[in-house]
């Protein structure tokens, strides 16, 4: 059964810190990777894509990571501010026809 | 450039009532897809178009749901009748393809409550 969970599930950190939101996936065979951003009663909005050759990709502060053969991602947030307080789900898609599976979300909360 | 919009926002409906959503994709987006997520559970794949056919259904949850999308343009998601369970968030987004580095992208979501 395809599955992603991530962890930690809630993080509170202050201002200007930095933190990483790991995910771990058991979907196959793997296509692609996704980290999206979703704030509270928002369409989830994204962040970074990896396919199976990438490791590393960034955007901004954000520094996602893939090891395809450990099946693990991180998304590593730098120098927070208040506006990254938001849920960030782990989107992972199997073959083609980006059929996806979902993590639950790590709901992080920056605070002053 | 408008985004994926999705109307209604929030509907609040009784037990074994008709809902009817709809979404526009962004234009020119061949791949127009649905979900769903479900109060304290994590988002779930429904159905993904390619233009007006379905290419994958396999998450719709039972024949209560229909999707359509004629014409390929925008599409509508059909709850009848609707139950309890079916209270949540429906998410639509769409993609210019259906390669894997693409970017899909998410409307705001229509919340459904079911009484």
Known sequence: KNQVEQSPQSLI??????CTLQCNYTVSPF?????????TGRGPVSLTIMTFSENTKSNGRYTATLDADTKQSSLHITAS????????ICVVSAGGYQKVTFGTGTKLQVIP | EAGVTQFPSHSVIEKGQTVTLRCDPISGHDNLYWYRRVMGKEIKFLLHFVKESK?????????RFLAERTGGTYSTLKVQPAELEDSGVYFCASSATFS???????????????V
Not at chain 1, 31 to 39: G, I, P, T, V
Not at chain 1, 81 to 88: E, F, I, K, V
Not at chain 2, 55 to 62: A, F, I, L, R, V
């Open chain 1, 81 to 88: 501010q208040l506006s990254d307080s938001a849920s960030y």
């Open chain 2, 55 to 63: 290419q994958d259904e396999s998450g719709m949850p039972n024949n």
């Open chain 1, 13 to 18: 950190i202050l201002e200007g810190k930095n």
């Open chain 2, 100 to 114: 894997s580095g693409n970017t899909i992208y998410f409307g705001e979501g229509s919340w459904l409550t079911v």
């Open chain 1, 31 to 39: 296509s692609n990777l996704r980290w999206y951003k979703q704030d």
